[in-house]
């Protein structure tokens, strides 16, 4: 997976200009005021595609691919392989516990799984961020020895397809166990304000059917017409993401999402983190310690009180 997405990444695009930590923190920094300062380099990934956001992804080690937490668990915990009907499967186990437990009493399903998935259990959501600073956070919050990368998906609406799903349904929309083409959907799930977690990190999320290979959507790696095989495809992505050499013309690709990365230098990381903490995004911004803010907001209300 590391030489993959290491011969794929944007950093060795020159045209981009990614080669220093300076560069770096440019390109991302002024994409978020691309509205009133474009961005050139941004831009020109927004030309490949067409117009419309960019979703962000921080991982703390280069080399991980694009996979659910839901995914890797069944993976760690199992040899047989991870089927939609294992997913399935698994996950109505888990929100049945979760039900048990007093959790999602009067919310659907969808919203629930939202929440577990900010709390650490495993769900087949794919945390994402409409913001790239927030994303950057997530790969250099630890790990100081080892690169980080940073991906960017750009989600294609054409031919009738819809890059957007809502979980507000009384029943999760891939209960039916759709057909084949649910292997090609990648969809951005947007969240309610359900906790503040998600509105510190600009939540959002990817969700979709396990990657399979077709003759029209295959991802060459390696010699020419070598390709990803089925057992290779979900260690790279487990949605359907192109990740091209080139960015290819949306008018050009049969996929329904795109992915690119920049690698985030080990040696950058604790240096970035000052920089994010400078613009407000640090731990306590990004996970809101709950505890402490009520000791603290109780311990200024009696002293406001004691005070009078």
């Keep these: 997976m590391s030489s993959f997405f290491g011969s794929r990444e944007l950093n060795s695009r020159t045209g981009l200009r990614l080669a220093t930590e300076d560069h ?105 961020s409409t913001g790239p600073l927030e994303a950057l956070y997530f790969a250099t919050e630890h790990r100081d020895a080892s690169d980080g990368r940073l991906f960017i998906f750009k989600l294609i609406d054409r031919d009738g397809w819809v890059s957007r799903r809502d979980l507000d349904g009384t029943e999760l929309p891939w209960v039916k166990k759709p057909g084949s083409y649910w292997t090609e959907e990648v969809s951005v799930v947007e969240p309610l304000a359900l906790d503040p977690r998600m509105g510190a990190q600009g939540s959002k999320f990817l969700v979709g059917g396990i990657i399979r290979a077709s003759a029209d959507r295959n991802i060459q790696y390696g010699e020419h017409n070598n390709f990803l095989d089925k057992d290779e495809l979900p260690q790279i992505t487990t949605l359907s993401i192109c990740f091209p050499k080139r960015s290819p013309g949306v008018v050009r690709t049969p996929w329904h999402a795109i992915g690119w990365s920049v690698r985030i230098p080990a040696a950058w990381k604790a240096s970035l983190r000052e920089r994010l903490a400078g613009v407000g995004i640090s731990r306590d911004s990004m996970y809101p310690p709950f505890a402490s803010v009520q000791w603290a907001a109780t311990a200024a209300a009696r002293d406001y009180i004691s005070s009078l």
Excluded at 77 to 84: F, K
Excluded at 104 to 128: A, C, E, F, S, W
């Design 24 to 128: 770096l923190w440019d390109f991302l920094a002024e994409s978020t005021v691309r509205t009133q300062v474009k961005n050139p380099a941004l831009s020109r990934i927004e030309a490949a595609t067409e117009p419309g956001p960019l979703l962000f992804r921080g991982q703390v080690q280069e080399s991980f691919g694009i996979s659910s937490s839901l995914y890797r668990f069944i993976q760690d915990e199992t040899q047989i392989g991870v089927s939609e009907s294992l997913l399935f499967e698994i996950e109505q186990k888990i929100i049945e516990v979760a039900k048990s437990r007093g959790l999602g009493k009067g919310m659907p399903d969808g919203h629930l799984l939202m929440l577990l998935q900010h709390y650490g259990i495993p769900t087949r959501l794919i945390d994402v």
